[in-house]
C-alpha cells in the first residue's frame, strides 16, 4: 500500500476558515479514522480573532470543537473512529466556574483587563478534556471513541516560543526528567 499524503490549510483562529477546510475534506469523500486535535497557542499576548474571541481560548479549544463537530458525520460513518484532545496536566491549576458554582463564559474569553497568559491556557486545556469526555460519552455508541492526553512537560516543542522564561526552564530542567 502506498499512503497518498496531502496538506490542507486550517486555521483554528477563524471559524470560517474552520468552516472551509471541513467543507473541503467532506468534498473528497474519505474516510476519517483518527482526528487528533493537537494545535494549541502557549504565553501569547491578548488578542481576539476575527471571530472577537479571545485567541487562546479559539486556537485551543473552540476551533478544535467546531472542527469536531462539523466532520462528526464523517467520522461516525468511518467507524471504528478516534478523536484525540491533545490537552495538558495544567488543567488541574483552573476553575471555569464562577463563585456560585455556574460556568462563567467571561472565563473562557477574557477580557485584556482579566487576561492571564498561563490561565487561559489552563482553561483551554480543560475544556479540551470535558469535550472530550463529553464527546465520547455520546460518540462511543456510534463506534467513535475520544480520548484526551497529556504529551508530557519536557517534549521539544514551540508552544512556548511566546514565553521566553518557560523556554528557559524547560530548557534548564529537561535533562533532570524522566521521558517514557
Not at 67 to 80: E, I, M, N, T
Not at 83 to 110: Q, W, Y
Not at 152 to 178: C, D, E, Q
Request: aromatic share 10%; charged share 20%.
Amino acid at each position: 500500500h502506498k499512503a497518498k499524503v496531502e496538506a490542507m490549510t486550517l486555521d483554528l483562529a477563524s471559524l470560517q476558515s474552520v468552516q472551509h477546510f471541513a467543507e473541503a475534506f467532506k468534498s473528497k469523500k474519505v474516510p476519517l479514522h483518527i482526528l487528533i486535535c493537537n494545535a494549541a497557542v502557549f504565553g501569547a499576548p491578548w488578542c481576539l480573532t476575527e471571530d472577537g474571541l479571545e485567541s487562546t481560548f479559539q486556537v485551543n479549544h473552540l476551533g478544535h470543537f467546531y472542527l469536531v463537530q462539523l466532520l462528526k458525520d464523517v467520522l461516525c460513518q468511518s467507524s471504528p473512529a478516534r478523536v484525540v484532545m491533545v490537552s495538558s496536566e495544567s488543567h488541574r491549576f483552573t476553575e471555569i466556574k464562577d463563585s456560585s458554582g455556574k460556568l462563567d463564559f467571561n472565563l473562557l474569553s477574557p477580557s485584556k483587563k482579566e487576561y492571564w497568559a498561563m490561565l487561559a491556557y489552563n482553561r483551554s486545556k480543560l475544556c479540551n478534556i470535558l469535550f472530550s469526555n463529553e464527546l465520547n460519552r455520546r460518540l462511543s455508541p456510534h463506534g467513535v471513541m475520544s480520548n484526551s492526553v497529556h504529551p508530557g512537560n519536557m517534549i521539544y516543542s514551540s508552544i512556548h516560543r511566546n514565553w521566553w522564561v518557560y523556554t528557559l526552564l524547560f530548557t534548564l530542567a529537561r535533562p533532570f526528567t524522566k521521558s517514557m
